[in-house]
């Protein structure tokens, strides 16, 4: 079984939105922190959003709060992406991720703290 599932990705054109999806296999309602990272070629993934499903608590990276929006249904265990004003530079593999505790400030998007993750969802913005 595939302990998360992506969904959502697409090509756009700068300044258009996209949500995201991710199923887990896992019981969202246990609470441990769900995180989106994001990877581009040749480049390090990067947390972008997380957040605690047992509670609601998120955090985002400097590039992306303000524009990206974490949430989560915990009866579809399933936890969404909401991408508004993209840009060029939001081009990326995106991933999601899952911890086994919650995670709180920096260590949320740290994806050294993640042990399950998907197969990811490819996300191009053109200018």
């Known amino acids: 079984q595939v302990p998360l599932v992506e969904s959502g990705g697409g090509s756009v054109q700068a300044g258009a939105s996209l949500k995201l999806s991710c199923l887990a296999s896992?019981?969202?309602?246990?609470?441990?922190?769900m995180a989106w990272f994001r990877q581009a070629p040749g480049k390090e993934r990067e947390g972008v959003a997380s957040?605690?499903?047992?509670?609601?608590?998120?955090h985002y990276s400097d590039s992306v709060r303000g524009r990206f929006t974490i949430s989560q249904d915990n009866a579809k265990n399933t936890v969404y992406l909401q991408m508004n004003s993209l840009k060029p530079e939001d081009t990326a593999m995106y991933y999601c991720?899952?911890?086994?505790?919650?995670?709180?400030?920096?260590?949320?998007?740290?994806?050294?703290?993640?042990?399950?993750w998907g197969q990811g969802t490819q996300v191009t913005v053109s200018s």
């Open positions: 991720g899952s911890a086994r505790q919650w995670l709180g400030g920096t260590r949320a998007t740290d994806f050294r703290n993640f042990y399950l």
């Open positions: 896992r019981d969202t309602s246990s609470g441990y922190s």
């Open positions: 957040i605690f499903t047992g509670g609601d608590a998120t």
